[in-house]
């Protein structure tokens, strides 16, 4: 009985070696899908191994990120390669955005799931092994976010390089559409690692707190004062790092919360997912 090799298993080989389609389903199959031994499989047939195309740098590409007509959910994906040329393609970042539209319509539950989704010509994995192939990069979608809420806003930033989804508190108007839209660009911009202080890792608030005391000790402060200078800088972090003590990047008298209070009675962000190119 020959075993059922997926599309996606053949992809990775391929990228893995560069031979061919065909060879690489023959070889995952005669090996039972363990890839170092199809790997040497393929060289003892004599296959073509390329340089391992798993160790190039896929660092272009396109992300994009949309949202539902009723604005209750949102995706973002990454689809990489390897130049710039080929990830500013229009037919590239169509690809991407099909993908993400298929995730946001889906919802699978990783990416392994969004390969297997039916997009125009197969499914997602097939279609990478056809761009693959027809472009000779590595391609592959390597972030995907699912975000759910009441009132999930998109953003996409510099040509196709970032993307966000915000999840905002209140119902949908116009208002917090576009307060969501600059916070989403507030998010691209400044990169906040959490929404407010309590949803900042332990294990980030004690690496701050460890570099306050070295800094502090290293300027000659009495051991007695290190946790206060600590504690100190830590709130500064705070305030550089989470998004909603952030100063506005369209008007720096202001916070993110504040901003987003003066354009809606209890409009907050609940949420947010962010991600980038590189």
Same mark, same amino acid.
């Given at each position: ?89 229009? =037919?590239?970042?169509?690809? =991407? ?35 693959v192939a027809k472009i000779g990069e590595k391609i592959d979608v ?70 306050? $005391?070295?800094?502090a000790k290293a300027e000659g402060k009495p051991e007695a004062m290190?946790? $206060?200078? =600590? ?25 993110? =919360? ?21």
């Amino acid at each position: 009985m020959t075993m059922s090799i997926s599309a996606a298993d053949v992809n990775k080989l391929r990228q893995m070696t560069g031979a061919g389609l065909m060879d690489c389903k023959k070889a995952l199959a005669e090996t039972g899908g363990d890839f170092e031994k199809a790997v040497d499989f393929l060289r003892k047939k004599g296959a073509k191994i390329s340089a391992n195309r798993a160790d190039r740098d896929a660092s272009e590409g396109a992300v994009i990120a949309v949202t539902s007509a009723d604005g209750k959910k949102g995706a973002v994906i990454k689809l990489t390669c390897e130049t710039d040329f080929v990830g500013k393609n229009d =037919a590239f970042v169509a690809f =991407a955005r099909e993908i993400a539209e298929a995730a946001l319509a889906n919802e699978p539950a990783n990416l392994d799931a969004l390969k297997e989704l039916s997009i125009s010509g197969g499914t997602v994995a097939a279609r990478l092994l056809d761009e693959v192939a027809k472009i000779g990069e590595k391609i592959d979608v390597t972030s995907y976010e699912l975000l759910k809420g009441e009132n999930i806003v998109a953003y996409i930033h510099g040509s196709n390089r970032i993307g966000v989804l915000v999840e905002l508190s209140n119902a949908p108007s116009d208002s917090n559409i576009a307060a969501g839209k600059d916070v989403a660009m507030q998010i691209a911009a400044m990169n906040p690692v959490a929404v407010d202080k309590g949803d900042v890792d332990t294990a980030t608030i004690e690496r701050e707190m460890e570099i306050g $005391r070295e800094q502090a000790k290293a300027e000659g402060k009495p051991e007695a004062m290190l946790d $206060r200078i =600590a504690q100190g800088k830590l709130e500064k972090f705070y305030k550089e790092s989470t998004l909603l003590n952030q100063e506005f990047v369209k008007d720096g008298s202001k916070t993110v =919360a504040k901003m987003l209070a003066d354009t809606e009675p209890g409009l907050t962000v609940k949420s947010f997912r962010r991600v980038q190119l590189g």
